[in-house]
């Protein structure tokens, strides 16, 4: 029973939260929360499923734009499984947009020696996450003859996590941080990645790319200057970075 227990929370919680709920000084009462200094949030939508979704005769009343989306999601969740995102947690989707999140659970890897690389290392996995989203939905996209491109956001800072229900618990994350990183999405642009200017230093010191947008209206936040991250192919190409 312990066994079905932990494979039944590790499907629906992180696996270091579903450790807390499976610990024995656990109480029904007790809610689980935790304050982290600094979390990468990435909110990753396809604007033009709203357009593409039809309910008619010929696919079946909107069940074959929602089967498509599912393999969309899927494919999007298979990439978790690979180890190195082993730190990227899938908080939710919503509607046709994937929200996930890194430094939650981050352990720095081998391969980052220098403290300042190991303190931010999870930025760089979430942005190589990002470019493995839109390389999946590139091949989707072959396949199914379509041509959907994601517009992403991402942002980090503080944030708090923890898990809301009793019936149907849920994890989730709050605070500024995750607002700014929704903001990021809505006001970016199709096939970018746009990101705040405090995110757009630290991924200069990681070796991507950016280049300043300008000055936007982020509703709630005020004028925000935004960067848009190059595509892989571009960075790994160049040698320098722009920072206007």
Not at 78 to 99: A, H, N
Not at 218 to 223: H, M, S
Request: proline share 3%; glycine share 8%; hydrophobic share 40%.
């Amino acid at each position: 029973m312990e066994n079905l227990n932990r494979v039944l929370l590790e499907n629906v919680l992180p696996a270091h939260v579903a450790e807390h709920f499976l610990g024995r000084n656990w109480k029904n009462e007790d809610l689980y929360h935790q304050s982290y200094e600094s979390v990468c949030v990435m909110f990753a939508s396809i604007p033009d499923f709203k357009e593409f979704y039809t309910e008619s005769d010929v696919n079946k009343e909107g069940l074959e734009c929602l089967r498509l989306l599912n393999e969309i999601i899927a494919d999007f969740d298979e990439l978790l499984s690979k180890p190195k995102f082993s730190g990227v947690e899938k908080i939710k989707t919503i509607g046709s947009t994937y929200m996930a999140a890194t430094g939650l659970n981050a352990t720095p890897g081998p391969e980052y020696t220098q403290e300042h690389d190991r303190q931010y290392m999870h930025i760089g996995t979430m942005m190589e996450f990002a470019f493995a989203l839109v390389g999946k939905l590139d091949v989707i996209n072959k396949h199914s003859f379509n041509d959907f491109r994601l517009r992403v956001g991402i942002n980090h800072g503080p944030v708090i996590a923890g898990v809301i229900g009793a019936q149907k618990p849920q994890y989730d994350i709050w605070g500024n941080s995750v607002n700014v990183a929704s903001r990021m999405e809505s006001t970016g642009v199709l096939g970018k990645i746009q990101v705040t200017e405090e995110t757009s230093r630290i991924l200069l010191t990681l070796g991507y790319m950016c280049s300043c947008r300008g000055i936007i209206n982020v509703k709630g936040k005020g004028e925000l200057k935004t960067f848009f991250v190059h595509t892989e192919m571009t960075r790994s190409l160049s040698q320098g970075t722009v920072m206007p």
